[in-house]
């Protein structure tokens, strides 16, 4: 579990720094930490899951898992595109 919070944390961080940074060898360094923090976040998730659910009920589990996450994402997609335009605050994409 800690691993799990310490590769969000991480991530979090590396694209937080990703938003204010200009120079370009630091922003493919902070890429990559963040490609090595997702890296960790998902496996590190499904042995969660596996912890949590019975074997019998494995293939369902992580079948919900994956439709939910591609669900969310085609969501977000949508969401994002939508509000691209709108400007808030002076900022655009908000």
């Known amino acids: 579990k800690s691993l799990m919070v ?18 370009f060898p630091l922003q493919v360094a902070l890429r990559s930490v963040v490609g090595a923090a997702l890296a960790s976040v998902n496996p590190t998730g499904q042995a969660m899951l596996c912890d949590a659910v019975p074997e ?5 589990a992580f079948g919900l898992q994956h439709s939910a996450s ?5 969501l977000v997609s949508f969401g994002a595109t939508s509000i691209a335009r709108v400007d808030f605050g002076g900022v655009m994409g908000w």
Do not use: D, P
């Not at 019998?56 to 369902?60: D, E, H, I, L």
């Not at 591609?70 to 085609?74: I, L, S, V």
């Open 70 to 74: 591609a669900a969310m994402a085609m």
């Open 6 to 23: 310490a590769g969000c944390v991480l991530w979090a961080l590396a694209t937080f720094m990703l938003a204010v940074v200009t120079a």
């Open 56 to 60: 019998a009920q494995r293939g369902f």
